[in-house]
């Protein structure tokens, strides 16, 4: 029996998450699946991967060359991908969609037609946009995973970006049973859903032996500097505890676009000595910050689930987060962190005290139960089977 | 004294913000020479003591400009051109997109050459070598957070702030932010926004049984907006009826996903920028002006609202406080505070008609006494006369 194939649509390959990546594909390709990865050309950093990677034309270039590619994507479409490409046409005509729009796509999506397929999944929400006919044109199954931002979000910037999508027959992954419902909510049948939370290599992010204690206590939050990760609500509730004395360090890991008013934040609120923003680190860089904080704080306005609340958690970090989506389904309140209300400053600053002040006894009972929680629910080994299963 | 002296206003590009541009009328309609160096986003009709040296945003004007001017420069000036060069040169800013940018101002020499926003000070630093006088605006971001963003820009603040001849600050406490980088107090002069009075006559409110909430202002995360909506929030669930309206916050993702989170679809309305005819009506037709800002100078919005008889609520950002007192001219509550805005919001719809008109005719008076246009061209007039004569200009 040949191999199933599974071609996966990335906007390009990853870079920081690279080596979670490889153990996925890996634990696919040990499972007996051929891997291959399919991704835009101008967003790409390395190739440096377990699986055959194909990358897109590159449409955004000078008008010379860009009539040199559409020609060239134009003659596979007419010789090489004939019966694929003449399929799409005319499923997107059905659809009722364009001419213009059925030949951009038809070009766009060359690169897609080019493979035999056993499942083409989309690694996000919108890259399934615009492609709703690929999978059934080359006569593959498809499969849409939603990460939290393209679907929380992305319906909110391009309206009703998902209609088509959602009629057609694909089988979705997502992250927490909170977006389980929300797709439910837009009509997607329940059985095509199916809920595979991130995972953690828990032999990396082992345990460390940290208590809390009266002394300096040491906070930390991997987010990228986004206002969905609530970083000011969370940099206001750390200025309510400073002006109550509590001596603490606040450490930030990650980079993005909200710098400079996270900063003005910490500088108006009077924090900026005990707030630190670490920028982008490595894996192993995180790994050692996560070793020397006690609690990890993950405020978000909006989270899918959140992988580093997992590796925090792995660890055996006291996590507090936010009621955000799927964060509620990550930590369990009062059994393996706390869930603290969004948008409530106060309410946080309280939940941190709170923490700050638990006995030794039911420090220890949250840790523990905390870590084998992580090691039952969210291991690799679990995912990848669950990966199996969903193909299958 | 006033025919002789020329006066550029540098903001980068033609027409500036609305505020740099009533100043810029309000100096011409004194019969002063104005100078305008820039890309030209959009043509502008000035009156005569107005000149435009602008250029379009191509590659084919900009050539023609810097040709232009290059050859104008050799041909008659070509010792201040070799000096300029060399200057340029050894700030590595001798591109030819900054040659098209300086030649012109070198030509036409002004003699008070002020520049609209702190970050361009170190690149227009040269004119001093020419007798210009360099005079800089302490406005909003540029002095109030980039700085403690960006270590190299406050480090390049402290190098050139105590060379700048004249400061104009837009507040009290924007000047007292500028000296933390080297800004000399003795050489700020704080200079209000002003308005021109007439142009906010009295348009006839619009009744409504909700309360009418609004702000005016570009989607930045400095303005606070979030604030407001927390504050929205706590209004719906206390079942006050209201209604608030963002001009200028369209398509602003952050909003707009608050606004479904926190359920606020019926009560908030987001829309696009409007021109100053469409604000004046809007903020008639409003019951308060909310400014929920983090960060401001003063808000030209504010003095908007004033002028228009519609009552304030502002943040104590910045300086605002040099401008709302709370409950005598309006309503000023703590930065980053949303039950503090819900609270004083409760408090105005409490208020009883006689109480609004008494703070509005307040905040109208503050206005006519602090923030006309003729308060702001004099008091920037002065400013200039006064550089030029403690260098024994003539």
Redesign the interface.
Known sequence: MSKKRIGIVLSAVPGYSETFFKNKIKGLQDNGFEVLLFVDQNQTKSTNLPCEVIIAPDFNVNLILKIIIIFKTFLKAIFISTKQSCLLYKLDKEDGISLKQRIKQLLLNQFLLSKKLDWLHFGFGMLAVNRENVAQAIGAKMAVSFRGFDL??SP??HKECYNLLFIKKVYYHVLSNQMKKILIERGVSEPMIIVIPPAVDVTYFQPNKLQLSNQQVEMVTIARLH??KGL?YTL?SLALLKKEGLDFKYTIIGDGE????L???T???DIKEQVIFKGRITQAEVRKELQKANIYIQYS??EGFCNATIEAQAMGLFCIVSDADGLSENVIDAKTGWVVPK?KPKLLAEKIKEVINLSEEKQQEMRIATINRIKKNFHIIQQQEDFVKFYL | MKNKIKIAVYSGSIPSTTFIERLILGLSNKGYQIYLFGYCKKKVKYNGSVKSIAYRNTKFYKSLHLLKYNLLLLLFKYKAKQKLDRILKSKSQNALIDKMKCYPVLWHKPNIFHVQWAKNIEYWSWVQEFDMKLVLSLRGAHINYSPIADPILAKMYHKCFPNVDRFHAVSKAIAKEATKYGAPPEKIEIVYSGLNLKSFKRIPEVKDLKFNIVSIGRSHWKKGYNYALDACSILKKRNIPFSYTIVGAEGYLELIYQIQDLGLQEDVVLLGSLPLDAIKKTLKSSSILLLPSVEEGVANVVLEAMASETLVLTTNCGGMEEVVQHEVNGFVCPIRDSNAIAEQIIKIIGLNDENKQQIVNQAKKTIENQHTESQMVSGMLDLYINVLKENNYE
């Open positions: 929380y979000l909110l910037k206002w969905i000011e206001e909200e710098f400079e008013r900063i003005f934040a500088h108006q609120l306005i909006q948008r």
